[in-house]
């Protein structure tokens, strides 16, 4: 048209920093109102931006909360890498601290409403797909750092990887889970880390030392 001006161009290290504050505000209103009561309005009202600033980015909630989700994947996967010069048992050690503290901060986090969001729509086959793919990423984390550690020749482990792996997914479910519930004072979640350090180690590297330091975390 006719004298009308172009649209000012937005830089995509612009455009990052908005996704991130309405992912920052969706976040807030997760943790807040849970799933199934959070909406779209709530989230634009959050962000303090208008519903086109919003919806020009997300298309609905889903789609927000699947992202932070990713995100929440994509830490657990970094933890789980040992990095360049760590000993195997160091990176174990590691993860499970990084672990431990999140399940102690779960109730504050968003762990109660990806249970909430999993467990209500288990039945959808979205949903489903993305119970496969949270799967898949926790396990893969987990199986990466244990088999890295055998193919290295420090762990040698007694029973398969994998079972171990799932193991280690299955305990870490149930704390975040008991911890929300119960709190992580009633559940002695320390003490259930430590046993789950010895028990890695004893798996990973029979005849071994304990692996609980005197402050009673996993090392």
């Known amino acids: 048209m006719k004298g009308a001006h172009p649209l000012p161009k937005v830089s995509e290290t612009r ?3 908005v996704r991130n504050d309405i992912l920052e505000a969706a976040g807030r209103v997760f943790k807040r ?3 199934e009561a959070a909406s779209m309005k709530d989230i634009v009202a959050e962000s303090g931006r208008s519903f086109g600033g919003v919806y020009l980015y997300y298309a609905n909630k889903e789609q927000l909360f699947l992202e932070l989700i990713g995100r929440v994947y994509r830490e657990m996967n970094e933890s789980a890498e040992g990095g360049e ?15 431990l503290a999140r ?3 779960a109730d504050n986090g968003l762990a109660p409403v990806l249970y909430e969001y999993l467990i209500v729509g288990r039945k959808e086959e979205r949903r489903m797909k993305l119970i496969g793919e949270r799967h898949d990423a926790v396990f893969g984390a987990i199986e990466r750092l244990l088999r890295s550690g055998a193919e290295a020749g420090t762990f040698r482990p007694t029973i398969p990887v994998e079972a171990i792996a799932l193991t280690v997914m299955s305990f870490l479910d149930g704390m975040f889970f008991e911890s929300i519930v119960s709190g992580p004072e009633r559940i002695r979640l320390d003490d259930q880390f430590r046993v789950l350090s010895d028990m890695l ?5 029979p005849g071994e030392a304990s692996a609980v330091t005197e402050e009673g975390n996993p090392e």
């Open 15 to 17: 455009k990052d920093a």
């Open 103 to 105: 399940a102690a901060d």
């Open 85 to 99: 010069g760590t000993a195997p048992w160091e990176a174990v050690g590691r993860f499970l601290r990084d672990q």
């Open 33 to 35: 109102k849970g799933y």
């Open 201 to 205: 180690r004893s798996v990973l590297m």
